[in-house]
């Protein structure tokens, strides 16, 4: 059985503040791996994809990858408001067409 | 990134009944996959569609329940048949552009059976 597990949260931060979203998973064959932010009622939006060791940032957002520890997160600096969301931490296998499995998500509330 | 239509986005439909939704890829695809989401839970893939052959599904879903059309490479439809309350739920399609890459969503399908 494949499992992503993530806190469920609500992770609640101050404006301005640093978001650390967790994310671990089982399967050692894992090879993409990737963020997605979903609004209440909103479908899935990609946010970060991240294949190699380390960290990759992308504006407000780094993504760290430690596929010796299985274990991949993500930091949100200086967090708005509309940053609040459920991120969702998927994970993939390589060789082809992937079935992706998605965490059961984190729910984050930034605070003005 | 992908522009994917996808249709209804919100029904209400009687148990019994069967729903069909529609996603459009604006751009040729190989592979389309159905999601469904439960209220306050992950996403679930149900099926992957493969143009031109039978769509390979999930533990737990069955072609009698949810077949899936894949008529050509921008265009899949998933239906829910005989549907029941427990079949309220939020269907997503996504695509990958090619292998290993990032899948995009459509808007989804918001589905509630009374």
């Known amino acids: 059985q494949k499992e992503v597990e993530q806190n469920s949260g609500p992770l609640s931060v101050p404006e301005g503040a640093i978001a650390s979203l967790n994310c671990t998973y089982s399967?050692?064959?894992?090879?993409?791996f990737f963020w997605y932010r979903q609004y209440s009622g909103k479908s899935p939006e990609l946010i970060m994809s991240?294949?190699?060791?380390g960290d990759k940032e992308d504006g407000r957002f780094t993504a760290q990858l430690n596929k010796a520890s299985q274990y991949v997160s993500l930091l949100i600096r200086d967090s708005q408001p509309s940053d609040s969301a459920t991120y969702l931490c998927?994970?993939?296998?390589?060789?082809?067409?992937?079935?992706?499995?998605f965490g059961t998500g984190t729910k984050l509330q930034v605070i003005p | 990134s992908a522009v994917i239509s996808q249709k209804p986005s919100r029904d209400i439909c009687q148990r019994g009944t069967s729903l069909t939704i529609q996603c459009q890829v604006d751009?040729?695809?190989?592979?389309m996959f159905w999601y469904r989401q439960q209220p306050g839970q992950s996403l679930t893939l149900i099926a992957t569609?493969?143009?031109?052959?039978?769509?390979?599904?999930e533990s737990g879903f069955v072609i009698d329940k949810f077949p899936i059309s894949r008529p050509n490479l921008t265009f899949s439809t998933l239906t829910v048949s005989n549907m029941s309350p427990e079949d309220s739920s939020i269907y997503l399609c996504s695509v990958e552009r090619s292998p290993n890459t990032e899948a995009f969503f459509g808007q989804g399908t918001r589905l509630t059976v009374v």
């Open positions: 399967d050692r064959g894992s090879q993409s």
């Open positions: 751009s040729q695809v190989t592979m």
């Open positions: 991240i294949y190699s060791n």
């Open positions: 998927a994970v993939a296998n390589s060789g082809g067409y992937q079935k992706v499995t």
């Open positions: 569609a493969n143009q031109g052959s039978e769509a390979t599904y």
